[in-house]
């Protein structure tokens, strides 16, 4: 596809729960990055990977947070565990080199009951 | 700490008016500055970006502007049309780090144009 796809779109899970969130980012975009935007906190950046590695994870909240990326190409980003306080919707973009536009995909929407 | 702003939380207008849009950030030393556009349930789309060595980009109806030296940074949207009905963010890289792509946002503005 031409833009960034997330999948899936929408997420309801029970507390305790692992869930697994996919991004698949427009091709040939070396860095991706993982955002989450929740009503109290806006936007806040996770991780950056750049290729297959991810030089900077300061962003992920706890432990029960990890992401990786294949083939410099699809991410998916883990949650062990789940929380209420984890509801969010978690944005993924991508960006073919430093200093250029991010490219984001619509989204999942985490629920957590 | 970086810090960014945007005034007004929100903005109702009529069909036809031009609009200002504000951003204010504390820290000067920024590479560049990001506008985007959020519709509702959907991702953000880049609307705009201005290199710290630019004072302004154009694309269409819509100008961005930059004063570093203030912290400043303002979206004029000229001939306002139902369309442009999303929420605008403005986003600045964290001061002291080479990922230009680890932004700090604004809270953003919601604004409805009325037909």
């Known amino acids: 596809g031409a833009g960034v796809s997330q999948s899936p779109s929408n997420k309801v899970t029970e507390k305790g729960k692992d869930v697994e969130l996919r991004c698949d980012p427009i091709s040939g975009h070396t860095a991706l990055y993982w955002y989450r935007q929740s009503l109290g906190q806006g936007l806040e950046f996770l991780i950056y990977f750049q290729g297959n590695s991810a030089p900077d994870k300061s962003g992920l909240p706890s432990d029960r947070f990890s992401a990786e990326r294949t083939g410099g190409s699809v991410s998916t980003l883990t949650i062990q565990r789940t929380q209420q306080e984890d509801s969010a919707v978690y944005l993924c973009?991508?960006?073919?080199?430093?200093?250029?536009?991010?490219?984001f995909g619509n989204g999942t929407r985490l629920t957590v009951t | 700490k970086q810090e960014v702003t945007q005034i007004p939380a929100a903005l109702s207008v009529p069909e036809g008016e031009n609009l200002v849009l504000n951003c204010s950030f504390t820290?000067?030393?920024?590479?560049?500055l990001q506008w985007f556009r959020q519709d509702p349930g959907k991702g953000l789309t880049s609307l705009l970006l201005?290199?710290?060595?630019?004072r302004e980009q154009t694309s269409g109806r819509l100008n961005a502007s930059l004063d570093k030296s203030s912290g400043r940074s303002t979206l004029y949207i000229a001939a306002s049309q139902p369309g442009d009905s999303a929420t605008y963010l403005c986003a600045v890289p964290t001061p002291g780090s080479s990922n230009t792509g680890k932004l700090i946002f604004g809270q953003g503005t919601t604004l409805q144009v009325k037909p």
């Open positions: 973009a991508s960006s073919p080199r430093q200093g250029s536009p991010l490219h």
């Open positions: 201005i290199q710290s060595s630019q």
């Open positions: 820290d000067s030393a920024i590479y560049n």
